[in-house]
Protein backbone atom coordinates (compact mmCIF):
# COMPACT_ATOMS: atom_id res chain seq x y z
CA UNK A 1 0.00 0.00 0.00
CA UNK A 2 2.78 2.33 -1.01
CA UNK A 3 1.65 5.85 -1.85
CA UNK A 4 4.04 5.66 -4.69
CA UNK A 5 2.49 2.40 -6.22
CA UNK A 6 -0.93 3.38 -5.24
CA UNK A 7 -1.43 6.97 -6.41
CA UNK A 8 -0.21 9.11 -10.03
CA UNK A 9 1.14 12.22 -9.46
CA UNK A 10 -1.35 14.82 -10.96
CA UNK A 11 0.56 16.94 -13.74
CA UNK A 12 2.31 20.79 -12.67
CA UNK A 13 -0.82 22.38 -14.69
CA UNK A 14 -3.07 20.85 -12.55
CA UNK A 15 -1.42 21.55 -8.90
CA UNK A 16 -1.35 25.22 -10.08
CA UNK A 17 -4.91 25.54 -10.98
CA UNK A 18 -6.05 24.26 -7.31
CA UNK A 19 -3.34 26.60 -6.00
CA UNK A 20 -4.43 29.60 -7.76
CA UNK A 21 -8.44 28.62 -6.83
CA UNK A 22 -7.48 28.46 -3.19
CA UNK A 23 -5.60 31.48 -2.81
CA UNK A 24 -8.63 33.28 -1.79
CA UNK A 25 -9.31 31.52 1.32
CA UNK A 26 -5.39 31.27 2.38
CA UNK A 27 -5.86 34.78 3.80
CA UNK A 28 -8.01 33.31 6.80
CA UNK A 29 -5.50 30.89 7.93
CA UNK A 30 -2.48 34.06 8.23
CA UNK A 31 -4.00 35.55 11.20
CA UNK A 32 -5.16 32.09 12.71
CA UNK A 33 -2.76 32.83 16.11
CA UNK A 34 -4.21 36.05 16.56
CA UNK A 35 -7.80 34.43 16.45
CA UNK A 36 -6.71 31.47 18.85
CA UNK A 37 -5.74 34.88 21.32
CA UNK A 38 -9.06 37.02 20.80
CA UNK A 39 -11.49 34.14 21.01
CA UNK A 40 -10.00 31.91 23.74
CA UNK A 41 -10.28 34.25 26.49
CA UNK A 42 -12.82 32.81 28.28
CA UNK A 43 -13.93 29.41 29.46
CA UNK A 44 -16.35 27.18 27.45
CA UNK A 45 -18.65 24.77 28.90
CA UNK A 46 -17.83 25.38 32.57
CA UNK A 47 -21.23 23.99 33.41
CA UNK A 48 -19.60 20.22 31.63
CA UNK A 49 -16.36 20.73 33.58
CA UNK A 50 -18.10 20.97 37.09
CA UNK A 51 -20.44 18.04 35.81
CA UNK A 52 -16.91 15.96 35.33
CA UNK A 53 -15.21 17.21 38.71
CA UNK A 54 -17.84 16.17 40.91
CA UNK A 55 -18.08 12.69 38.80
CA UNK A 56 -15.04 11.81 39.18
CA UNK A 57 -15.04 13.22 42.99
CA UNK A 58 -17.74 11.67 43.85
CA UNK A 59 -17.12 7.87 42.24
CA UNK A 60 -13.42 7.87 43.61
CA UNK A 61 -15.06 7.84 46.88
CA UNK A 62 -17.47 5.06 45.99
CA UNK A 63 -14.35 3.13 44.08
CA UNK A 64 -12.79 3.30 48.01
CA UNK A 65 -15.78 2.15 49.90
CA UNK A 66 -16.97 -0.92 47.10
CA UNK A 67 -12.31 -1.66 47.38
CA UNK A 68 -12.15 -1.34 51.15
CA UNK A 69 -15.24 -3.19 51.95
CA UNK A 70 -13.91 -6.66 50.52
CA UNK A 71 -10.19 -5.91 51.06
CA UNK A 72 -8.70 -8.37 53.59
CA UNK A 73 -11.72 -8.70 55.12
CA UNK A 74 -15.38 -9.91 53.68
CA UNK A 75 -17.92 -6.92 54.23
CA UNK A 76 -15.62 -5.28 56.41
CA UNK A 77 -17.97 -2.13 56.35
CA UNK A 78 -21.04 -4.18 56.24
CA UNK A 79 -22.59 -3.15 53.32
CA UNK A 80 -24.06 -6.66 52.44
CA UNK A 81 -27.23 -6.03 54.42
CA UNK A 82 -27.99 -3.69 51.62
CA UNK A 83 -27.83 -5.68 49.73
CA UNK A 84 -29.58 -8.89 51.39
CA UNK A 85 -31.75 -9.88 48.14
CA UNK A 86 -29.63 -10.27 45.84
CA UNK A 87 -26.56 -12.62 48.07
CA UNK A 88 -24.87 -14.99 46.02
CA UNK A 89 -23.48 -16.03 49.10
CA UNK A 90 -20.36 -16.52 46.98
CA UNK A 91 -17.82 -13.69 48.34
CA UNK A 92 -14.98 -12.83 47.77
CA UNK A 93 -11.55 -10.54 48.48
CA UNK A 94 -10.49 -7.56 46.38
CA UNK A 95 -6.81 -8.65 46.65
CA UNK A 96 -7.80 -11.81 44.84
CA UNK A 97 -9.07 -9.97 41.63
CA UNK A 98 -7.01 -6.47 41.77
CA UNK A 99 -3.47 -8.10 40.67
CA UNK A 100 -5.54 -9.40 37.66
CA UNK A 101 -6.67 -5.37 36.71
CA UNK A 102 -3.16 -4.61 37.73
CA UNK A 103 -1.86 -6.77 34.73
CA UNK A 104 -4.18 -5.07 32.45
CA UNK A 105 -3.10 -1.87 33.31
CA UNK A 106 0.98 -3.10 32.47
CA UNK A 107 -0.02 -5.04 29.31
CA UNK A 108 -2.24 -2.09 28.01
CA UNK A 109 0.60 0.36 28.84
CA UNK A 110 3.33 -2.01 27.30
CA UNK A 111 1.46 -2.14 23.98
CA UNK A 112 0.72 1.75 24.12
CA UNK A 113 4.86 2.37 24.79
CA UNK A 114 5.11 -0.44 22.01
CA UNK A 115 3.18 1.42 19.55
CA UNK A 116 4.49 4.99 20.71
CA UNK A 117 8.13 3.89 20.53
CA UNK A 118 7.42 2.37 17.12
CA UNK A 119 5.49 5.25 15.44
CA UNK A 120 8.77 6.48 13.34
CA UNK A 121 9.86 3.53 11.86
CA UNK A 122 6.90 0.76 11.82
CA UNK A 123 3.84 2.16 12.42
CA UNK A 124 3.06 1.28 8.93
CA UNK A 125 3.41 -1.98 9.52
CA UNK A 126 1.19 -2.26 12.31
CA UNK A 127 -1.82 -0.38 11.45
CA UNK A 128 -1.68 -2.83 8.24
CA UNK A 129 -1.36 -6.18 10.94
CA UNK A 130 -3.92 -4.61 12.93
CA UNK A 131 -6.35 -4.58 9.96
CA UNK A 132 -5.44 -7.84 9.32
CA UNK A 133 -5.33 -9.52 12.54
CA UNK A 134 -8.31 -8.57 14.23
CA UNK A 135 -10.46 -10.80 12.66
CA UNK A 136 -8.47 -14.13 13.62
CA UNK A 137 -7.82 -12.93 16.96
CA UNK A 138 -12.21 -12.26 17.35
CA UNK A 139 -12.29 -16.08 16.08
CA UNK A 140 -9.61 -17.06 17.85
CA UNK A 141 -11.53 -15.38 21.24
CA UNK A 142 -14.77 -17.03 20.49
CA UNK A 143 -13.90 -20.13 20.32
CA UNK A 144 -12.01 -19.64 23.73
CA UNK A 145 -15.25 -18.53 24.90
CA UNK A 146 -17.34 -21.90 23.43
CA UNK A 147 -14.31 -23.51 24.97
CA UNK A 148 -15.49 -21.93 28.22
CA UNK A 149 -19.00 -22.93 28.03
CA UNK A 150 -19.28 -19.12 27.71
CA UNK A 151 -21.89 -19.74 24.78
CA UNK A 152 -23.86 -16.29 24.33
CA UNK A 153 -19.72 -14.30 24.25
CA UNK A 154 -18.77 -16.78 21.59
CA UNK A 155 -21.64 -16.48 19.64
CA UNK A 156 -21.02 -12.58 20.29
CA UNK A 157 -17.47 -12.77 19.15
CA UNK A 158 -17.56 -14.51 15.99
CA UNK A 159 -20.05 -12.06 14.84
CA UNK A 160 -18.07 -9.61 15.63
CA UNK A 161 -15.15 -11.22 13.34
CA UNK A 162 -17.88 -11.74 10.44
CA UNK A 163 -18.69 -8.13 10.89
CA UNK A 164 -14.69 -7.28 10.56
CA UNK A 165 -13.76 -9.22 7.74
CA UNK A 166 -16.75 -7.91 5.88
CA UNK A 167 -16.37 -4.26 6.57
CA UNK A 168 -12.30 -4.86 5.47
CA UNK A 169 -13.23 -6.24 2.40
CA UNK A 170 -15.75 -3.68 1.05
CA UNK A 171 -13.26 -0.92 1.98
CA UNK A 172 -9.96 -2.81 0.70
CA UNK A 173 -9.61 -0.35 -2.59
CA UNK A 174 -10.23 2.70 -0.10
CA UNK A 175 -6.95 0.99 2.32
CA UNK A 176 -4.12 2.54 0.17
CA UNK A 177 -5.42 6.14 0.46
CA UNK A 178 -5.94 6.14 3.95
CA UNK A 179 -2.42 4.45 4.37
CA UNK A 180 -1.05 6.97 2.71
CA UNK A 181 -2.90 9.55 4.83
CA UNK A 182 -2.32 7.92 8.17
CA UNK A 183 1.66 7.77 6.59
CA UNK A 184 1.58 11.58 6.27
CA UNK A 185 -0.07 12.28 10.03
CA UNK A 186 2.76 9.77 11.69
CA UNK A 187 5.73 11.90 9.72
CA UNK A 188 3.78 15.37 11.15
CA UNK A 189 3.89 13.91 15.00
CA UNK A 190 6.99 11.67 14.58
CA UNK A 191 8.59 15.40 13.73
CA UNK A 192 7.06 16.57 16.93
CA UNK A 193 8.75 14.64 20.18
CA UNK A 194 7.19 16.90 22.38
CA UNK A 195 3.91 15.62 22.00
CA UNK A 196 5.02 12.24 22.46
CA UNK A 197 6.10 13.24 25.81
CA UNK A 198 2.66 14.33 26.24
CA UNK A 199 1.14 10.87 25.25
CA UNK A 200 2.99 9.32 27.48
CA UNK A 201 2.36 11.69 30.72
CA UNK A 202 -1.23 11.39 30.16
CA UNK A 203 -1.29 7.44 29.98
CA UNK A 204 0.69 7.96 33.29
CA UNK A 205 -2.50 9.87 34.27
CA UNK A 206 -4.55 7.42 33.21
CA UNK A 207 -2.75 4.63 34.90
CA UNK A 208 -3.29 6.70 38.16
CA UNK A 209 -7.02 7.26 37.72
CA UNK A 210 -6.82 3.24 37.02
CA UNK A 211 -5.64 2.30 39.90
CA UNK A 212 -8.28 3.76 41.91
CA UNK A 213 -10.86 2.50 39.51
CA UNK A 214 -9.71 -0.68 39.32
CA UNK A 215 -9.40 -1.02 43.41
CA UNK A 216 -13.44 -0.22 43.10
CA UNK A 217 -13.91 -2.88 40.15
CA UNK A 218 -12.05 -5.42 42.13
CA UNK A 219 -14.59 -4.80 45.25
CA UNK A 220 -17.38 -5.19 43.01
CA UNK A 221 -16.42 -8.42 41.19
CA UNK A 222 -15.19 -9.97 44.82
CA UNK A 223 -18.93 -8.86 46.46
CA UNK A 224 -21.58 -11.47 47.35
CA UNK A 225 -23.80 -9.84 45.23
CA UNK A 226 -25.53 -11.96 42.27
CA UNK A 227 -24.00 -11.62 38.66
CA UNK A 228 -26.97 -9.44 37.80
CA UNK A 229 -26.17 -6.93 40.30
CA UNK A 230 -22.47 -7.13 39.81
CA UNK A 231 -22.78 -6.55 35.90
CA UNK A 232 -25.10 -3.71 36.66
CA UNK A 233 -22.22 -1.97 38.76
CA UNK A 234 -19.48 -2.54 36.33
CA UNK A 235 -21.41 -1.38 33.45
CA UNK A 236 -21.81 2.14 35.31
CA UNK A 237 -17.93 1.91 36.21
CA UNK A 238 -17.29 1.30 32.55
CA UNK A 239 -18.93 4.10 31.08
CA UNK A 240 -17.35 6.50 33.82
CA UNK A 241 -13.77 5.10 32.79
CA UNK A 242 -14.78 5.15 29.14
CA UNK A 243 -15.55 8.93 29.88
CA UNK A 244 -12.64 9.64 31.35
CA UNK A 245 -10.58 7.86 28.89
CA UNK A 246 -12.33 9.83 26.77
CA UNK A 247 -11.71 13.05 28.27
CA UNK A 248 -7.48 12.24 28.54
CA UNK A 249 -7.90 11.80 24.82
CA UNK A 250 -9.51 14.63 23.64
CA UNK A 251 -7.18 16.36 25.61
CA UNK A 252 -4.26 15.28 23.78
CA UNK A 253 -5.80 15.84 20.65
CA UNK A 254 -6.51 19.42 21.48
CA UNK A 255 -2.73 19.63 22.04
CA UNK A 256 -1.58 17.62 19.37
CA UNK A 257 -3.96 19.49 16.96
CA UNK A 258 -2.78 22.86 18.11
CA UNK A 259 0.89 21.77 17.53
CA UNK A 260 0.28 20.56 13.80
CA UNK A 261 -1.88 23.75 13.19
CA UNK A 262 1.07 26.08 14.46
CA UNK A 263 3.79 24.05 12.57
CA UNK A 264 1.63 23.56 9.35
CA UNK A 265 0.53 27.66 9.35
CA UNK A 266 4.26 28.96 10.31
CA UNK A 267 6.29 26.50 7.58
CA UNK A 268 8.06 24.07 10.18
CA UNK A 269 8.59 24.39 13.88
CA UNK A 270 12.06 25.60 13.44
CA UNK A 271 10.50 29.11 11.51
CA UNK A 272 11.40 32.14 13.26
CA UNK A 273 7.35 33.50 13.04
CA UNK A 274 6.81 29.97 15.06
CA UNK A 275 5.58 31.72 18.80
CA UNK A 276 8.29 30.84 21.80
CA UNK A 277 6.92 27.53 24.12
CA UNK A 278 4.11 26.36 21.82
CA UNK A 279 3.35 22.87 23.46
CA UNK A 280 2.66 24.72 26.95
CA UNK A 281 0.36 27.35 25.70
CA UNK A 282 -1.55 24.72 24.07
CA UNK A 283 -1.70 22.15 27.42
CA UNK A 284 -2.35 25.21 29.40
CA UNK A 285 -5.17 26.24 26.93
CA UNK A 286 -6.44 22.05 26.76
CA UNK A 287 -6.61 21.85 30.42
CA UNK A 288 -8.37 25.22 31.57
CA UNK A 289 -10.35 27.27 28.98
CA UNK A 290 -10.93 24.14 26.64
CA UNK A 291 -11.42 21.45 29.18
CA UNK A 292 -15.37 21.93 29.56
CA UNK A 293 -15.89 22.05 25.77
CA UNK A 294 -13.67 18.71 25.97
CA UNK A 295 -15.57 16.81 28.85
CA UNK A 296 -18.81 17.62 26.91
CA UNK A 297 -17.84 16.96 23.83
CA UNK A 298 -16.48 13.34 25.08
CA UNK A 299 -19.77 11.86 25.61
CA UNK A 300 -20.41 12.01 21.92
CA UNK A 301 -17.05 11.16 21.22
CA UNK A 302 -17.77 9.40 17.99
CA UNK A 303 -19.77 12.16 16.25
CA UNK A 304 -16.75 14.43 16.95
CA UNK A 305 -13.87 12.49 15.70
CA UNK A 306 -13.46 14.96 13.09
CA UNK A 307 -15.25 17.71 14.52
CA UNK A 308 -13.15 18.32 17.93
CA UNK A 309 -10.08 20.21 16.47
CA UNK A 310 -12.28 23.46 16.13
CA UNK A 311 -12.23 23.54 19.61
CA UNK A 312 -8.76 23.72 19.75
CA UNK A 313 -7.39 26.12 17.26
CA UNK A 314 -10.14 28.63 17.66
CA UNK A 315 -11.52 28.36 21.27
CA UNK A 316 -14.81 27.83 20.28
CA UNK A 317 -17.49 25.78 21.88
CA UNK A 318 -18.37 22.51 21.34
CA UNK A 319 -21.54 23.01 19.80
CA UNK A 320 -20.26 25.92 17.22
CA UNK A 321 -16.85 24.21 17.01
CA UNK A 322 -19.30 20.93 15.28
CA UNK A 323 -22.11 23.36 13.11
CA UNK A 324 -18.46 25.18 11.37
CA UNK A 325 -15.91 22.46 10.96
CA UNK A 326 -19.00 20.65 9.49
CA UNK A 327 -20.36 23.61 7.10
CA UNK A 328 -16.64 24.02 6.14
CA UNK A 329 -16.20 20.23 4.94
CA UNK A 330 -19.24 20.52 3.05
CA UNK A 331 -18.81 23.55 1.74
CA UNK A 332 -15.36 22.97 0.10
CA UNK A 333 -15.86 19.23 -0.58
CA UNK A 334 -13.28 17.84 1.01
CA UNK A 335 -16.78 16.32 3.45
CA UNK A 336 -16.41 13.64 0.71
CA UNK A 337 -12.71 12.98 0.90
CA UNK A 338 -12.89 12.34 4.49
CA UNK A 339 -16.22 10.34 3.93
CA UNK A 340 -13.57 8.20 1.58
CA UNK A 341 -10.76 8.01 3.99
CA UNK A 342 -10.76 5.30 6.86
CA UNK A 343 -8.44 6.49 8.96
CA UNK A 344 -10.57 6.67 12.08
CA UNK A 345 -11.15 2.66 11.18
CA UNK A 346 -8.12 1.42 11.17
CA UNK A 347 -6.85 3.23 14.12
CA UNK A 348 -10.12 2.15 16.24
CA UNK A 349 -8.97 -1.53 14.71
CA UNK A 350 -5.57 -0.49 16.55
CA UNK A 351 -7.14 0.15 19.93
CA UNK A 352 -9.61 -2.07 19.72
CA UNK A 353 -6.76 -5.61 18.96
CA UNK A 354 -4.85 -4.10 21.99
CA UNK A 355 -7.81 -4.24 24.25
CA UNK A 356 -8.85 -7.44 23.45
CA UNK A 357 -5.18 -8.53 23.77
CA UNK A 358 -5.11 -6.90 27.71
CA UNK A 359 -8.04 -8.33 28.05
CA UNK A 360 -7.42 -12.02 27.15
CA UNK A 361 -4.09 -11.90 29.55
CA UNK A 362 -6.36 -11.11 32.43
CA UNK A 363 -8.90 -13.45 31.61
CA UNK A 364 -6.72 -15.93 31.49
CA UNK A 365 -5.27 -15.68 34.93
CA UNK A 366 -9.33 -15.37 36.24
CA UNK A 367 -10.05 -18.36 34.48
CA UNK A 368 -6.88 -20.24 36.63
CA UNK A 369 -9.06 -18.62 40.12
CA UNK A 370 -12.28 -18.22 39.77
CA UNK A 371 -13.89 -19.83 35.79
CA UNK A 372 -16.96 -17.64 36.67
CA UNK A 373 -15.55 -14.25 36.46
CA UNK A 374 -13.53 -15.19 33.64
CA UNK A 375 -15.89 -12.85 31.50
CA UNK A 376 -16.60 -9.93 33.78
CA UNK A 377 -12.38 -9.62 34.76
CA UNK A 378 -11.69 -10.00 31.24
CA UNK A 379 -14.28 -7.22 29.81
CA UNK A 380 -13.38 -4.70 32.11
CA UNK A 381 -9.50 -5.39 31.63
CA UNK A 382 -10.47 -4.92 27.62
CA UNK A 383 -11.90 -1.54 28.36
CA UNK A 384 -8.96 -0.31 30.23
CA UNK A 385 -6.44 -1.71 27.67
CA UNK A 386 -8.43 0.22 24.66
CA UNK A 387 -8.31 2.95 27.08
CA UNK A 388 -4.58 3.24 27.26
CA UNK A 389 -4.03 2.23 23.76
CA UNK A 390 -6.43 5.51 22.46
CA UNK A 391 -4.32 7.69 24.39
CA UNK A 392 -1.34 6.24 22.22
CA UNK A 393 -3.98 6.10 18.67
CA UNK A 394 -5.20 9.58 19.33
CA UNK A 395 -1.67 11.17 18.25
CA UNK A 396 -1.78 9.88 14.89
CA UNK A 397 -5.57 10.40 14.80
CA UNK A 398 -4.95 14.38 15.79
CA UNK A 399 -2.65 14.79 12.71
CA UNK A 400 -4.95 13.42 10.57
CA UNK A 401 -8.03 15.62 11.25
CA UNK A 402 -5.62 18.77 11.58
CA UNK A 403 -4.36 17.64 8.04
CA UNK A 404 -8.15 17.58 6.91
CA UNK A 405 -9.24 20.63 8.36
CA UNK A 406 -6.29 22.74 7.09
CA UNK A 407 -6.92 21.58 4.46
CA UNK A 408 -10.27 22.27 3.54
CA UNK A 409 -9.77 25.60 5.12
CA UNK A 410 -6.26 26.71 3.25
CA UNK A 411 -4.81 24.36 0.67
CA UNK A 412 -1.57 26.00 0.70
CA UNK A 413 -0.44 24.68 4.11
CA UNK A 414 -0.39 21.23 2.86
CA UNK A 415 1.33 22.47 -0.12
CA UNK A 416 3.87 24.12 1.20
CA UNK A 417 3.83 21.35 3.73
CA UNK A 418 4.10 18.17 1.05
CA UNK A 419 3.36 19.42 -2.27
CA UNK A 420 3.29 15.93 -3.74
CA UNK A 421 1.17 14.95 -0.89
CA UNK A 422 -1.17 17.89 -1.57
CA UNK A 423 -1.36 16.43 -5.37
CA UNK A 424 -2.43 13.23 -4.22
CA UNK A 425 -4.88 14.50 -1.90
CA UNK A 426 -6.38 16.75 -4.81
CA UNK A 427 -5.93 13.90 -7.33
CA UNK A 428 -8.46 11.96 -4.98
CA UNK A 429 -10.30 14.93 -3.87
CA UNK A 430 -11.12 15.44 -7.63
CA UNK A 431 -12.23 11.91 -8.63
CA UNK A 432 -14.29 11.68 -5.38
CA UNK A 433 -16.22 14.33 -6.52
CA UNK A 434 -16.81 13.57 -10.22
CA UNK A 435 -17.95 10.56 -8.81
CA UNK A 436 -20.59 11.60 -6.66
CA UNK A 437 -21.33 13.77 -9.79
CA UNK A 438 -21.80 11.13 -11.69
CA UNK A 439 -24.02 9.29 -9.02
CA UNK A 440 -25.90 12.22 -8.72
CA UNK A 441 -26.84 12.17 -12.65
CA UNK A 442 -27.68 8.36 -12.52
CA UNK A 443 -29.96 9.13 -9.60
CA UNK A 444 -31.46 12.17 -11.33
CA UNK A 445 -31.85 10.09 -14.94
CA UNK A 446 -33.44 7.09 -13.16
CA UNK A 447 -36.08 9.28 -11.30
CA UNK A 448 -36.88 11.22 -14.95
CA UNK A 449 -37.18 8.65 -16.70
CA UNK A 450 -39.18 6.70 -13.47
CA UNK A 451 -41.68 9.51 -13.60
CA UNK A 452 -42.24 9.84 -17.56
CA UNK A 453 -42.67 5.82 -17.69
CA UNK A 454 -45.46 6.10 -14.83
CA UNK A 455 -46.69 9.27 -16.40
CA UNK A 456 -47.33 7.12 -20.25
CA UNK A 457 -49.04 4.67 -17.46
CA UNK A 458 -51.35 7.27 -16.39
CA UNK A 459 -52.31 8.73 -20.06
CA UNK A 460 -52.54 5.41 -21.20
CA UNK A 461 -55.24 4.17 -18.62
Not at 44 to 69: E, Q, S
Not at 398 to 418: F, G, H, K, N
Amino acid sequence: MNDSQSFSSTSDSASITTVDQTVGRSRRSIDASQTITTESRHWRDVFWLGIFIMHLVGLGFVLAILGINRFKKSDRLNIDRYTQRILENKPGLTETYWPMYAVAGGVGTVLGWIWLLSLGSHANQMMKFSVHILTTYLAVISVLCFWCDQVFWGVAFAIAAAIQFLYVISVIDRLPFTMLVLQKAVKMVWGLPEVMRVAYAFMGVMLLWMGIWSFGAAGVVASSMGDGGRWWLLVVLSVSLFWTGAVLCNTVHVIVSGMVFLVLIHDGRESGSMPPDPLMKSLRYAVTRSLGSICYGSLFTAAIRTLRWGIAVYGKGFNRSARDAWELFQSTGVESLVAYDCSGAVLLMGTLLGGLITGTCSGIWAYTKSKDRVIMVGSTSMLMGMALMGLAMVVVESAVTSIYICYAEDPLLIYRWDAEFFNQMSETLHQRLQYRSARAREVLTHNHLSGHAHTQVTLSV
